[in-house]
């Protein structure tokens, strides 16, 4: 069995737990050699906090994504992916993008309340919702919690319509409640699959499920009748290299659709993939980070609108090109299917318990004797 290089931690994506931008100290590690041997890794668990919802739905007005609104149930994800665009978040809650991001969860307690609540506001108006768009509502721990399929019920109830992206095959569990909503155009699931290479995806996405699994989603997804499509993001300079036969696996497993993005490394996340790509694959470490800088016009990160997603240059055009040409071969589409809209009904508000229990005065009944 390959042992892991140096520095990594089995089944996370990374071994850093680095001082995080609002942080004015950094604290290394140090092993003087009596706890453990000194070439073997530390455990690293995961660990499990609750913080109360205060809203649901989180919105915004960027142009060059498909949707205005989306709906989280965790902060942070253990799936681990070195190249998670989302690291950088943990730093709002005073953690570390690095190791803390995959092994420090945060749950959303009461967020089912919270949507349901907003969902019944005078004047809202239904588009669709992104599930999951800033770390996966299927990651591990959603087989105990429950918290997506919970959100999954008020938008059946409310018929409103929801589009969702994962790489957890935990979204088969829920297919009782995905596949009428899909009969009814409401929703539609995207399975991120980042390469059909195994020993690459195991490194790069620790935690989430093997390739052939997800194509195995798809499949299920598909033949439930559930509008489904494939995530072939991020694209990685020299190392995933493997675009046209991964859109091909997944249009035979049933895909309808694709998107690509390129790797895009913010603020932390330079540093998290830096180091990871250092530890798994050194000899192609300068050579991919070159041309990641060169498809974001000589940084690391390009925020511009328009061109944060896919890049620019000849690089950039180079995979427009060989994207557009295997979707139209393979006959997928590059917009998702039109969800609808006009079926969604107000949720009903239950009676909070406080009320309900409330006693009644007595001299309130004498008015209808």
């Given at each position: 069995?390959?042992?892991?290089p140096?520095?990594?931690?089995?089944?996370?994506?990374?071994?850093?737990?680095?001082?995080?931008?609002?942080?004015?100290e950094?604290?290394?590690?140090?092993?003087?050699?009596?706890?453990?041997?000194?070439?073997?890794?530390?455990?690293?668990?995961?660990?499990?906090?609750?913080?109360?919802?205060?809203?649901a739905?989180?919105?915004?007005?960027?142009?060059?994504?498909?949707?205005?609104?989306?709906?989280n149930?965790?902060?942070g994800?253990?799936?681990?992916?070195?190249y998670?665009?989302?690291?950088?978040?943990?730093?709002?809650?005073?953690?570390?993008?690095?190791?803390?991001?995959?092994?420090?969860?945060?749950?959303?307690?009461?967020?089912?309340?919270r949507?349901?609540?907003?969902?019944?506001?005078?004047?809202?108006?239904?588009?669709?919702?992104?599930?999951?768009?800033?770390?996966?509502?299927?990651?591990?721990?959603?087989?105990?919690?429950?918290?997506?399929r919970?959100?999954?019920?008020?938008?059946?109830?409310?018929?409103?319509p929801?589009v969702?992206?994962?790489?957890?095959?935990?979204?088969?569990r829920?297919?009782?409640?995905?596949?009428?909503?899909?009969?009814?155009?409401?929703?539609?699931?995207?399975v991120?699959v980042t390469?059909?290479?195994?020993?690459?995806?195991?490194?790069?996405?620790?935690?989430?499920?093997?390739?052939?699994r997800?194509?195995?989603?798809?499949?299920?997804?598909?033949?439930?009748?559930?509008?489904?499509?494939?995530?072939?993001?991020?694209q990685?300079?020299?190392?995933?290299?493997?675009?046209e036969?991964?859109?091909?696996?997944?249009?035979?497993?049933?895909?309808?659709?694709a998107?690509?993005?390129?790797?895009?490394?913010?603020?932390?996340?330079r540093?998290?993939?830096a180091?990871?790509?250092r530890?798994?694959?050194?000899?192609?470490?300068?050579r991919?980070?070159?041309?990641?800088?060169d498809?974001h016009?000589?940084?690391?990160?390009?925020?511009?609108f328009g061109?944060?997603?896919?890049?620019r240059?000849?690089?950039?055009?180079?995979w427009?090109?060989?994207?557009?040409?295997?979707?139209?071969?393979?006959?997928l589409?590059?917009?998702?299917?039109?969800?609808?809209?006009?079926?969604?009904?107000?949720p009903?508000?239950?009676?909070?318990?406080a009320?309900?229990?409330?006693p009644?005065?007595?001299?309130?009944?004498?008015?209808?004797?």
């Amino acid at each position: 069995m390959r042992r892991p290089p140096p520095g990594a931690l089995k089944g996370r994506g990374s071994g850093l737990r680095l001082a995080h931008r609002f942080q004015h100290e950094a604290r290394e590690p140090f092993d003087d050699g009596w706890e453990r041997e000194p070439d073997a890794p530390p455990p690293a668990r995961t660990e499990l906090r609750w913080e109360e919802a205060r809203s649901a739905l989180t919105y915004n007005d960027s142009p060059d994504i498909g949707f205005d609104r989306s709906l989280n149930p965790y902060r942070g994800c253990e799936h681990g992916c070195a190249y998670c665009y989302a690291r950088p978040t943990h730093a709002y809650l005073d953690l570390s993008p690095g190791l803390d991001f995959e092994t420090v969860i945060v749950a959303r307690r009461g967020l089912e309340a919270r949507l349901r609540a907003e969902l019944a506001r005078p004047g809202y108006r239904a588009a669709p919702v992104a599930i999951g768009t800033v770390t996966d509502a299927y990651q591990p721990l959603e087989r105990e919690l429950r918290l997506t399929r919970a959100l999954l019920q008020v938008l059946a109830e409310t018929r409103h319509p929801w589009v969702l992206v994962t790489k957890g095959s935990g979204v088969e569990r829920d297919l009782d409640l995905i596949a009428p909503m899909a009969a009814q155009g409401l929703c539609a699931v995207y399975v991120t699959v980042t390469t059909l290479q195994a020993e690459l995806a195991r490194r790069l996405e620790p935690r989430a499920a093997a390739p052939w699994r997800r194509l195995r989603t798809i499949r299920m997804l598909a033949d439930a009748g559930v509008p489904v499509g494939v995530s072939v993001a991020p694209q990685i300079p020299f190392l995933n290299d493997d675009l046209e036969a991964v859109l091909a696996a997944a249009a035979e497993a049933g895909a309808r659709c694709a998107f690509y993005t390129v790797l895009r490394l913010p603020w932390e996340v330079r540093t998290v993939f830096a180091d990871w790509l250092r530890r798994h694959y050194p000899e192609r470490a300068a050579r991919v980070l070159a041309r990641v800088r060169d498809l974001h016009g000589g940084r690391d990160y390009d925020a511009e609108f328009g061109a944060r997603m896919t890049g620019r240059g000849v690089w950039a055009e180079l995979w427009r090109q060989r994207f557009a040409q295997a979707c139209r071969r393979l006959g997928l589409a590059t917009q998702g299917p039109a969800l609808r809209s006009d079926l969604f009904r107000s949720p009903a508000i239950a009676t909070p318990p406080a009320a309900a229990a409330r006693p009644v005065d007595p001299r309130q009944l004498s008015l209808f004797d």
